[in-house]
């Protein structure tokens, strides 16, 4: 496979050396090239996802700011740079430079291993997300089983961040982020049930392809036999909890920063730009699932226009621009109002539709047959 791409992509005179380089690898490994070969393609593959993935999340810190600021008739970043361009990697510079300060009760490994903690299932989740009906790094059958375990992981980094800190103030901002993460992991988990019973397979290509039949698609409408709106309510459950579990405004209890004391109130330097990282990178895996559960991934949305990876992305920034909007505009929740959404709302919601669209797919009304 490798080999392949390399030859189609090398201009013809890089060709002949490129072929004595596999040859002397081949004389060299024998038998074990074929799986050194794998293992260098894989590697390349995850950096062509991670290291865009990394630049992505920094440039989003930016068009917040800026956003934001133009909702509040306000400039936003503008001084380092043409136009303030640079100013993440100023911010990604200082916060390198600046002394990773460790409390002296403080549980040292614990205290530097919670922030990867937090960091790396936001990554490892990017292994199995489609982005067209190709190119995906691990096309695996329980693709959606695999991104919900690792969207569940990052709640131990928070909590970890929390007790490591031997602070009783860090402590209770940990338990508190933990309570609110796992309340809405619940009323995610529920959407996702009823997204996998109208798509009768646990894999994201084949949740998106089931988003591209039926009735309205074959007119040439194809946005309006999406997910979204035959499972609206799911939809809105599904967007308010990634909010909710990405904690942002107005879901934010767990840095509350004008107000209350977050899990990371002793963390400085590069390993508290790790939890702002692990906050943009899940709120971007979040908006990526959106797409591909409920808005039907590259698919697109007019039947006279192609299919392509560009209306991922499109999709993808529209719901990156709705959790900014949010943000500008609504105050920050009590912490009893998030509970009360969480377990009140949301949990019978998402049980009734559960039972709903159970019996909507055993009626004669079945669209999604």
Known sequence: MMVDVMQQLLPGFLIPY???LMQL???TFGSAWANILTLVWTVIKVMLIIAPLLLIVAYVTFWERKIIGWMQVRIGPNRVGPWGLIQPIADGLKLMLKEVVIPSGADRSVFLLAPVFAFAPALAAW????????????NVNASLLYVMAMTSIGVYGIML?????NSKYAFLGGMRSA????????AMGLALVVVLMVSNSLNLG???????????AEMGLGFL????LSLLPMFVVYLVSCVAETNRAPFDMAEGESEIVGFHVDYSGMAFAVFSLAEYSAMILCSTLT???????????????PDSIFWLFAKISATIFFFFWIRATFPRYRYDQIMRLGWKVFIPVCLIWVVVVGFWMMSPWNIWK
């Open 18 to 20: 490129f072929n004595g």
């Open 25 to 27: 690898g081949q004389d």
């Open 127 to 138: 292994a199995v997300i489609p982005f067209n009906a190709t190119l995906v790094l691990a």
């Open 161 to 165: 961040a929390g007790w490591a800190s």
């Open 179 to 186: 309570a609110q993460l796992i309340s809405y992991e619940v």
């Open 206 to 216: 084949e949740i998106v392809k089931g988003q591209g039949q039926g009735r309205f």
């Open 225 to 228: 036999s999406w997910n979204w």
């Open 291 to 305: 797409s591909l559960l409920f808005l039907g991934g590259w698919l697109s949305p007019v039947g006279f226009l």
